[in-house]
């Protein structure tokens, strides 16, 4: 059974960091993309970031700038580094890698970002 689970979350003020880390429990070099996505409370889940197996990356227009997403394949983990927090970043984080035609999540971790 392919797991994927996210780490790092926290409570942060306007402007910090943090870096989340989600890890397989597969090398993710079997997977053809990892990807992060949030949800706030009331809100419909929405895509943050990608990298693909080829190790191109896109994120969206709304993080780009601040968020970066990187790989590590001896710990099997993809981290998000999320820089200059606001408090619209609020949201749980989940992350989601595509195994051939199946795509496995991650449970989230929290982040709050205070004002």
């Known amino acids: 059974q392919v797991q994927l689970v996210e780490s790092g979350g926290g409570l942060v003020q306007t402007g910090g960091s943090l870096r989340l880390s989600c890890a397989a429990s597969?090398?993710?070099?079997?997977?053809?993309?990892i990807a992060w996505y949030r949800q706030a409370p009331g809100k419909e889940r929405e895509w943050v970031a990608i990298?693909?197996?080829?190790?191109?990356?896109n994120y969206a227009d709304s993080v780009k700038g601040r968020f970066t997403i990187s790989r590590e394949y001896a710990k099997n983990t993809v981290y998000l580094q999320m820089n200059d927090l606001k408090p619209e970043d609020t949201a749980m984080y989940y992350c989601k890698g595509d195994l051939g035609a199946r795509a496995y999540w991650g449970q989230g971790t929290q982040v709050t970002v205070s004002s």
């Open positions: 597969e090398s993710i070099l079997s997977f053809n993309d």
């Open positions: 990298i693909r197996s080829g190790a191109s990356r």
